[in-house]
C-alpha cells in the first residue's frame, strides 16, 4: 500500500481508563478478526494480563479502514500499557509511530499516567488526538475533563472526541480522526533498509521473532539481514504482520509495522533498539534506539526445585520479551544458584514472577526486594550496591547515599491531611503544594526504598482511590543506613540480609524475629532467630522445635540445665552446616515487616 495511506499509531492512557476497550472496538469497525474470534480485551492474550485486567506487553495490529470518501487506509495500532511501571513499553512502542490517540475516562478526568504518557509523546513529536472516553457514565463529567485536558495538552475544546468505547459511540469519529490528522509515515523505499527493533519474543520453532518498524528501504523472504548493534547476520525465515495473529506477506517497505523470523536461537543475539539493515547495503547511520531503563527494584530469583536450567533458560527468554526486565547470575549460600533481577517496580516483579510460575510451570523463590544504593568507603571509593549481600563491612563505610524520587500526587482536599502524615511517616521530604478545583497537589521527595513496595496501594487507599501519583528520579542523597543481617541457628543467612533506615533498625528487628519464629520450619531442637546490625544483635527469638524433650530424675531443674547447654552448643557448631529450607513466607514476613513499619 502507498505511504500516504498508511497510518502508524499508539493509544495512550492512564491505567482502566478503556484503552483496551477502544481497541477492541477499532478491530470491531474495521472488521480486523470475525465476530467468532472476537472477545474482550483481545489484545490482553496474556494469562497475567486477563487475570489483572491490565495490560503488560504492548502488541500490534493491522487493520484496514474505508474510510468516508472511499479510500481504504491501512492502519497500524501499536499497543501500550498504562500502569506507571510499564512506562518503558509505552516508549518503545511511540518510537514505532507517528501519533497517538490521548484518552481520558470522563468519571476520573487527567491522571498521573495520562500526563506522563503525554510528555512521552511529545518527546517524540507526536500528532496528538485527544479523546474522552465513558461519556454515557452517570458518574461522568465531560466539562471538568475538557478544561483538564486543555490546560494538560494545550487543544482546542472542537479538536476533542467523546466516545463511549464500551457502546460503540463515537468510535467512528476517531477512526477517521486517524486518517485526517496523524501524518503519512516518512521514508525512502528505495534507500537502503534501516528498520527499528521496537520488541520481540521468542518461539521454540522459529527462534526470535523481532517486531519492527520499517522507516527506509523494503525486505523479503531469504534476504540477508543484520543487527547493526549487536553486528548478528541472519537469513530471513518470513516476514509478515499482526492481524493480530502473526500473518505471512511477500515484503515489508518503508512504513510498514511488522515481524521477521530470524532464525536465532540464542536470546542475547537480539537487542529492543538495535537498526535492522541489509547485510549487502547497510545503512550508513543507525537509528537512535532507546535510552536504557533504569531498574528501581531489584529481588533475586531461585528455583524451588532445583531446575536452575530451566530457570535461566525462562529467564532469559522472558528478557528478551521485556527489554525493561534485566538479571545477571548470582549464588547464595542458603539458596544456592540463582539470578539478581532489576525491575521497573514491585507490580513488575509480580508480573515477571507469575510468568515464570504459569507460562513456564517453575517454582520460584523471591528473596526481599530492595534499592540501589551507592555506599562511599573511608578510602574514598565508591561502591554501587544493588544486593543486600555486597553491602561493605561498617567499619569500611564512610557514608551512604540513597535514591531519592520526586514525587507528585493529587489528591483530594478532604484527604490532604492523611496523605501527608503517611509522606512524613515514609521519610519524604516535603517540596510543596498548590490547590486546583477542588484538588490538591503535593510534591515530596520521597526515598525510593519507601516506596517501592507498598506505598500507591496506601495512597490509594487513604484516598478512597482517587489520589494519583507520578514520580521522577531525582538523584542520589545521603542517608543514614544499615545492613540488617539475619542469623538462624546461630549461622548467618546471606539471603535474608536487608537495608534499613538505622531509626527503624531496633522496630523493625523486633519484629522481624516475632514473624520469623513462626514462619521458618522447625527442626527437633530450638533455634534462634536474631536480628543484627553493625555486628550487635537488636532483637532476638526463638524457633520452638517440633516436640520437646522430657526429664526425668530428682533434679529436673538441673538436667533441664544441662540438656540445654548441650544442645546450644551442639546447635553452635552444626549451624553453619545445617541445611536450611526457607520457604517463601519466610521473605513475605521480611516485606511485611518493612511495608508495616
Known amino acids: 500500500m502507498k505511504q500516504s495511506q498508511i497510518r502508524n499509531f499508539s493509544i495512550i492512557a492512564h491505567i482502566d481508563h478503556g484503552k483496551s476497550t477502544l481497541a477492541d472496538r477499532i478491530m470491531e469497525e474495521t472488521q480486523t478478526v470475525s465476530e467468532r474470534e472476537m472477545s474482550s480485551q483481545l489484545l490482553d492474550s496474556m494469562a497475567v494480563e486477563q487475570e489483572h485486567g491490565i495490560t503488560v506487553k504492548s502488541r500490534t495490529v493491522r487493520s484496514y479502514y474505508t474510510a468516508n470518501n472511499g479510500e481504504t487506509f491501512e492502519y497500524n495500532f501499536i499497543d501500550t500499557p498504562g500502569h506507571v511501571d510499564f512506562s518503558y513499553e509505552v516508549s518503545k512502542s511511540l518510537a514505532a509511530s507517528d501519533g497517538a490517540i490521548l484518552l481520558v475516562d470522563a468519571t476520573q478526568g487527567v491522571q498521573a499516567q495520562t500526563v506522563a504518557n503525554y510528555r512521552l509523546a511529545k518527546e517524540n513529536n507526536l500528532k496528538i488526538i485527544p479523546v474522552i472516553n465513558k461519556i454515557d457514565h452517570p458518574n461522568a463529567d465531560v466539562e471538568e475533563t475538557k478544561i483538564q485536558l486543555m490546560e494538560l495538552a494545550d487543544v482546542d475544546e472542537d479538536e476533542m472526541l467523546l466516545i463511549s468505547a464500551k457502546t460503540g459511540i463515537g468510535v467512528d469519529l476517531v477512526l477517521e480522526a486517524i486518517k485526517d490528522r496523524i501524518p503519512e509515515p516518512v521514508g525512502d523505499i528505495e534507500a537502503p533498509l534501516k528498520a527499528l ?6 518461539d521454540a520453532f522459529k527462534g526470535i521473532v523481532a517486531y519492527i518498524r520499517v522507516f527506509d528501504g523494503e525486505f523479503k523472504a531469504n534476504n540477508l539481514l543484520r543487527f547493526m548493534q549487536q553486528t548478528t547476520d541472519f537469513q530471513v525465515v518470513e516476514a509478515g504482520i499482526f492481524k493480530p495473529d502473526m ?26 533498539g538495535d537498526t535492522l539493515t541489509s547485510q549487502n547495503h547497510p545503512t550508513p547511520e543507525a537509528l537512535p534506539g532507546y535510552k536504557e531503563s533504569e531498574s528501581m527494584v531489584f529481588a533475586g530469583f531461585y528455583p524451588k526445585d532445583n531446575n536452575y536450567k530451566e530457570l535461566k533458560s525462562a529467564i532469559q527468554k522472558l528478557a528478551l520479551n521485556d527489554s525493561s526486565f534485566h538479571y545477571k547470575e548470582e549464588k547464595s549460600d542458603a539458596l544456592g544458584l540463582g539470578f539478581r533481577c532489576g525491575f521497573l517496580g514491585m507490580l513488575h516483579l509480580s508480573i515477571i514472577r507469575e510468568r515464570l510460575e504459569k507460562e513456564y510451570q ?8 530492595n534499592v540501589t544504593y551507592h555506599v562511599v568507603l573511608k578510602n574514598g571509593k565508591e561502591v554501587t550496591v544493588d544486593n543486600p549481600v555486597q553491602f561493605p563491612d561498617f567499619s569500611e563505610i564512610d557514608h551512604v547515599e540513597e535514591p531519592f524520587l520526586d514525587v507528585h500526587m493529587t489528591v483530594p482536599d478532604e484527604q490532604v491531611g492523611d496523605i501527608m502524615k503517611l509522606a512524613e511517616k515514609r521519610k519524604g521530604i516535603f517540596q510543596d503544594m498548590a490547590y486546583n478545583s477542588g484538588q490538591t497537589e503535593l510534591n515530596y521527595a520521597l526515598p525510593s526504598s519507601e516506596i517501592a513496595y507498598d506505598f500507591f496501594n496506601q495512597l490509594k487507599s487513604l484516598s478512597h482511590g482517587y ?11 545521603t542517608a543514614d543506613v544499615v545492613k540488617m543481617d539475619v542469623l538462624v541457628n546461630y549461622a548467618t543467612v546471606d539471603a535474608l540480609g536487608f537495608v534499613v533506615h538505622r531509626q527503624d533498625a531496633v522496630e523493625i528487628g523486633q519484629k522481624l524475629v516475632e514473624q520469623l519464629k513462626y514462619a521458618i520450619p522447625r527442626k527437633l531442637f530450638p533455634m534462634p532467630v536474631q536480628a543484627v546490625v553493625e555486628n ?14 522430657a526429664t526425668t530424675g530428682s533434679d529436673k531443674k538441673n538436667a533441664a540445665k544441662q540438656d540445654m547447654l548441650r544442645r546450644q552448643s551442639a546447635n553452635k557448631r552444626l549451624g553453619s552446616k545445617a541445611e536450611m529450607d526457607l520457604p517463601q513466607e519466610v521473605f513475605n514476613a521480611i516485606l511485611e515487616v518493612n511495608n508495616d513499619n
Do not use: C, W
Not at 500473518?247 to 529492543?272: E, F, N, R
Not at 489520589?467 to 542523597?477: D, I, N, P, R, S
Not at 537488636?538 to 520437646?548: D, E, F, Q, S, Y
Open 247 to 272: 500473518v505471512a506477506v511477500d515484503s515489508l517497505h518503508a512504513g510498514d509495522v511488522g515481524y521477521v523470523i530470524t532464525g536465532l536461537k540464542d536470546p542475547q543475539l537480539v537487542k529492543i
Open 362 to 369: 517453575l517454582g520460584v523463590l523471591t528473596t526481599t526486594p
Open 197 to 202: 527493533v521496537f520488541d520481540s519474543h521468542f
Open 467 to 477: 489520589a494519583t501519583m507520578e514520580t521522577q528520579f531525582k538523584g542520589y542523597q
Open 536 to 549: 550487635k544483635a537488636i532483637a532476638r527469638a526463638n524457633v520452638p522445635p517440633l516436640r520437646k524433650s
